[in-house]
């Protein structure tokens, strides 16, 4: 998703005029407004049926129920979200807006001219949050592949009596063997061993 290319977007406006008014300001950069809701209720929903590129709201300022209804949206299917507010919000208010996964707090209401820069700085800050959001994930599934390695190798070693060199490479062959990665095959050595460490044990192999 990189602006400018044209954006199919939700708007969130209970208020007639000034949705037109948001229309075309957003038509005229060439983006298009293919569902307007007059809340944020059932949001997450809506997003999953119209399938739209951005999220923008349009209201005073941000309820509670539109920030759980943001919050959830940006945890089941995250889109850069775009909140113009007509009434300055203190910081508490802004940043329960931006912990709900907005990208753009922007007060005063929308302005034509802003609209573009408005909506590239939404598209960038989202990117970004979703980049970082990926590797932080990544970096927390490395740790508990690892930790799930060191804990199934100490379970080798106890159960077959070995050192730990020994220990990977029974669990590495086991893994390879099976056409597992090392992490899948170590989760399931540990549940194998687990629940036979008050009985005899013979090769981790049987974890298949």
Excluded: W
Excluded at 166 to 177: G, H
Aim: aromatic share 4%; with cysteine.
């Amino acid at each position: 998703m990189n602006s400018p290319q044209p954006l199919r977007i939700l708007l969130i406006d209970k208020d007639p005029e000034r949705a037109s008014q948001v229309c075309q300001a957003l038509r005229y950069e060439g983006h298009e407004v293919i569902r307007q809701r007059p809340d944020a209720t059932g949001l997450t929903a809506a997003v999953a049926r119209d399938q739209p590129d951005m999220v923008i709201i349009d209201m005073d300022s941000p309820d509670r129920d539109t920030l759980e209804n943001m919050s959830t949206l940006n945890t089941h299917a995250p889109r850069p979200i775009v909140f113009f507010a007509d009434q300055p919000g203190d910081r508490a208010t802004i940043h329960a807006a931006v912990k709900a996964g907005v990208s753009a707090y922007v007060v005063d209401g929308i302005q034509p001219e802003r609209v573009r820069s408005i909506i590239d700085s939404a598209v960038a800050q989202f990117e970004s949050f979703q980049a970082l959001r990926a590797e932080l994930e990544e970096t927390r599934s490395a740790l508990e592949d690892r930790k799930v390695i060191e804990k199934a190798k100490g379970l080798i070693m106890r159960h077959e009596n070995c050192d730990e060199e020994t220990a990977y490479r029974m669990l590495r062959s086991s893994a390879m063997e099976h056409s597992e990665r090392l992490a899948v095959m170590a989760g399931r050595v540990v549940t194998l061993l687990e629940r036979r460490s008050q009985g005899s044990v013979g090769s981790i192999r049987k974890a298949s």
